[in-house]
């Protein structure tokens, strides 16, 4: 049976596998921390981009408090897995999922929660009283901040959330959530720096207009890798969601830069010749994803190309070294969240050899 | 705990939740026997797209004999499942993945495969001598017809590793193995017979070059979703490999038209309204694939667009009714195979109500 084992070499992986560089990963870590943590401000990382309770904890050994996960279903495996300092970061909605969330804060309560409606804040308070569940469960009002994908829009039908979530038993409003992912990628620092800041003045604004209302507003949780150093400077923000900086992608890069650098790639191999500079690879659709762009070979004089699920090219210039059946490369992949979840297992290694196996505990958790 | 059963209702389904029309896939599965048993062509479908034991022997009850699949470890959870009369139709290349399938072929003599390499064929024939399995195993030559992904090249190239591989004791040349992927989705309908019919051509010349030679060629094995009835009619094909015929999705739609129905659709809530006429679901690159355009609402008065790896927008006309928070929608996949890899389950339900569940028994197995 194929089980691959600490001290195994990479050579000994079957491919396509998920490899991270330890020493790199853990760099990007003390980077983040350094500059953040002398803030004062919460590094509460996401989680929806490693989706693994040891890579949680290794973060709150590095200086982090708590982690983010996107989905219910993420926090379940994630909790189960020993690590239960959440906040779930999208919005609970449907019978089947409020169920699923009662039955994990009476088990977990540190479990935080975010609304953004008033029929979604009711259904999950309606549930907790049903339940019997006593302690109330700890909510952010999720603030559109500009992205236009979920939260309230700011000034007053935040402030009417507020006080409709105020009104529920069941439901201890402590803060507001606001995320700018529509900047993260801007290529542009200066740019990300002027809008990031533009977000953070709703975001802050809300707070403090929720303050004057009397509502004690004590997180203000926002940020990811391509904004985290930009939120941390603003007066009023409390808390921080990078995720992607621990491994890193061609698209984060490109746009962030290299202070982090990529410490995840899919291990791969050449399993056919196509003519005198092509080669095909056994990494396709279903373990690299191409929304956010190709995956990159790490080196660079190889170009990838897409040849289905399974499969993908590399060709290369003339004079480049040949590539030939079972010689194996690394994929540095375009965009890390989707792809970490395709894959079961990480390798981490240090230079080559298997020093730690870690299991995606959420992956496919979608619910 | 969440865990749905036989006898919920798809109401009762936690979201994003993969749901299948019964009535719909078995119509699917009818259409396409009605057409091609009466060719006496064997049936042999790819279960890269389905990745299900259940639904492996669902389709042999309907007609098929055996599967196939693209990987090794996708063989060895679909045989564990209790169906191993499998082709892996992808190259074995690498020391792990050759032991992994010595290993499997052990337990699993029906296990078939393809090679396209000298050096390819000679590793695996060594490892079975290795092992000591007496049994050779089952070998096609997997040519290139066109697609330049897999597949030594035609003429000489074929014929000498044929004569390679019959120089090695422990392989057993039984056919050729040429799959035109690049004609599956060609639009125009006689185009893409044209073009099947030229690769059909290098297929069957290639089997007549190998049979003149005095190779026992009696298994020639092709086609797919959008060319499995022209490869049908070429005298010389014996066996045909469609695998999203049985889900189907808006590619494939678009390119082969209606006779298959979409049976697959990724149930989804909607959970943050965001203008009049906007919403956000809960179905994002983590439950739904870009590679090949973008997911379409059933309904299609809504307009999906990718808000990340988590949610989705919709979108539509003045006129047409409103979306609210905690309506819930049927999304019909692009590409079925990378969509059905990011889900656990199957939801095969009659008229609501679920009828049966399904694993996706190889959902990650890219080795």
Redesign the interface.
Same mark, same amino acid.
């Given at each position: 049976?194929?089980a691959p084992k600490v001290g195994d070499r990479l050579d +000994? =992986? %079957? !491919?396509?596998?998920m490899i991270v560089d330890l020493d790199a990963a853990e760099a990007n870590i003390k980077k983040l921390m350094d500059q953040l943590l002398p803030t004062g401000l919460n590094i509460r990382p996401h989680l $929806?981009t490693t989706k693994s309770a040891v890579i949680a904890r290794k973060l709150v050994d590095a200086g982090a408090r708590g982690g983010c996960v996107?989905?219910v279903?993420e926090a379940e495996t994630i909790a189960a897995a020993g690590f239960d300092d959440l906040l779930i970061t999208?919005?609970i909605? @449907?019978?089947? $999922?409020v169920?699923?969330l009662v039955?994990l804060f009476r088990r977990h309560r540190g479990i935080r929660i975010v609304v953004?409606?008033a029929? @979604?804040a009711t259904?999950i308070n309606d549930a907790l009283a049903t339940a019997g569940v006593d302690d109330p469960i700890t909510v952010l009002i999720d603030l +559109?901040v500009g992205l *236009?994908? #979920? @939260?309230v829009q700011p000034g007053e039908p935040a402030l009417a959330l507020a006080r409709h979530v105020a009104g529920l038993k069941h439901l201890r409003l402590v803060g507001v959530q606001g995320y700018e992912?529509h900047l993260q990628h801007l290529h542009d620092r200066e740019d990300r720096r002027a809008q990031c800041l533009q977000s953070m003045q709703i975001l802050t604004g809300t707070a403090d207009a929720l303050r004057a209302e009397g509502f004690a507003i004590e997180v203000v949780t926002t940020g990811g890798t391509g904004t985290a150093e930009f939120c941390a400077t603003v007066p009023g923000v409390t808390e921080l969601q990078p995720g992607s900086f621990i491994f890193m992608d061609t698209d984060y890069r490109n746009a962030v830069g290299t202070f982090y650098s990529n410490s995840l790639t899919i291990l791969s191999?050449?399993?056919?010749?196509?003519?005198p500079r092509?080669v !095909?690879i %056994?990494?396709g659709? $279903?373990?690299l #994803? #191409?929304?956010s762009g190709l995956a990159e070979c790490k080196d660079s004089r190889y170009t990838y190309g897409? =040849? /289905? +699920?399974? *499969?993908g090219?590399l060709t290369w210039e003339e004079g480049t070294p040949s590539l030939s059946? /079972?010689d194996?490369v690394e994929m540095i992949p375009s *965009?890390i +969240?989707?792809t970490v979840? =395709?894959? %079961?297992f990480y390798y981490a290694h240090r230079g080559g050899i298997v020093n730690e196996i870690w299991r995606v505990d959420s992956? @496919?958790k979608?619910?």
């Open positions: 049976m194929y +000994d =992986l %079957d !491919t396509p596998s $929806k996107a989905k279903s999208c919005e909605v @449907g019978p089947a $999922k169920r699923r039955e953004d409606s029929v @979604g259904a +559109d *236009h994908r #979920t @939260g992912g191999t050449v399993v056919s010749q196509q003519g092509a !095909t %056994d990494s659709l $279903k373990s #994803t #191409t929304d897409v =040849l /289905g +699920d399974e *499969h090219s059946v /079972g194996r *965009h +969240d989707p979840n =395709l894959h %079961d992956r @496919g979608v619910q």
